[in-house]
C-alpha cells in the first residue's frame, strides 16, 4: 500500500492567494483527519471525516478555511485568502474501523507550507 | 479546557540508559491513550496504545496508565541514537478524534 498520499509537499505562497492541500487516504479507510502542525500550537486537528461526511470542523481557525470530500479517496483542504500566520506543516491521516474510531492514525507525508 | 501536557525537552540520555517520557491530561473521561514518535521533518507514527491501568510491554519500549492521577507515560529501555524524535502523547475521550500534547524531544547521544 503506497500509504497516505499528499501533495504538494512544498508550497509558498504570497499573502491573499489560494491554497489548496490534496489528500489521499489509505483504500479502505473510513476516516480522514486534517491537522496543522507548528511550533508553538503543536499539532491541531482541524477538522476529520466519517465516510466522507464532516463530522466535526469546530478546530477550523476561521471562514478563510474549508475541507471537502467528494469521495472515499480524496479530499482537499482550501485556505483563501492565505496569511502569514497559515505557515505551518499540514498533516492528512487516516484510519480504518477495526479497532473503532480511534484505530492507528497513519500519517501522510505533509504539507509544509510558507505564506510570504 | 481539555490539554494533554508533556514537558517539550529535550531530554537528554546516554546510549543505553531508560528514558522516561512522561504525558498528564485533564479529562477524567479519557479512553484510550497513544504515543506517537516523530522524526524532524518527518511524519507521527504510533509507536504504542494503552487502554487499561498498569504497564504494557512492546520490546523496548514500556507505556504505563494511572487514570486515577490522570497521567500516562512511555519508556525506553536500552535506548539507541535512532531513539532520538520527538514522541507526541495523544489522548482520546470516547470520541472520533484525538487530542495531541506539544511533544517531548528526546536526544540520546552516544
Known amino acids: 500500500d503506497a500509504g497516505v498520499i499528499q501533495s504538494p509537499r512544498h508550497e509558498v505562497t504570497e499573502m491573499g492567494q489560494e491554497v489548496t492541500l490534496r489528500c489521499k487516504p489509505i483504500?479502505?479507510?473510513?476516516?480522514l483527519f486534517w491537522y496543522r502542525q507548528t511550533m508553538m500550537r503543536g499539532l491541531e486537528l482541524l477538522i476529520y471525516?466519517?465516510?466522507?461526511?464532516?463530522?466535526?470542523d469546530s478546530g477550523m481557525p476561521e471562514d478563510r478555511f474549508s475541507a471537502k470530500m467528494p469521495n472515499a479517496s480524496f479530499s482537499t483542504l482550501k485556505i483563501q485568502p492565505s496569511e502569514p500566520r497559515d505557515s505551518a506543516v499540514y498533516f492528512c491521516a487516516s484510519s480504518g474501523t477495526s479497532g473503532g474510531p480511534t484505530d492507528t492514525q497513519y500519517f501522510g507525508p505533509g504539507t509544509r507550507l510558507t505564506v510570504l | 479546557q481539555k490539554e494533554v501536557e508533556q514537558n517539550s525537552g529535550p531530554l537528554s540520555v546516554p546510549e543505553g540508559a531508560i528514558a522516561s517520557l512522561n504525558c498528564t491530561y485533564s479529562?477524567?473521561?479519557?479512553?484510550?491513550f497513544f504515543w506517537y514518535r516523530q522524526y524532524s521533518g518527518k511524519s507521527p507514527e504510533l509507536i504504542m496504545s494503552?487502554?487499561?491501568?498498569g504497564d504494557k510491554e512492546d520490546g523496548r519500549f514500556t507505556a504505563q496508565l494511572n487514570k486515577a492521577s490522570q497521567y500516562v507515560s512511555l519508556l525506553i529501555r536500552d535506548s539507541q541514537p535512532s531513539d532520538s524524535a520527538t514522541y507526541l502523547c495523544a489522548v482520546n475521550e470516547n470520541t472520533d478524534k484525538l487530542i495531541f500534547g506539544t511533544g517531548t524531544r528526546l536526544q540520546v547521544f552516544p
Open positions: 479529562d477524567r473521561v479519557s479512553q484510550s
Open positions: 494503552i487502554y487499561s491501568n
Open positions: 471525516f466519517n465516510n466522507n461526511v464532516p463530522i466535526d
Open positions: 483504500s479502505g479507510h473510513d476516516y
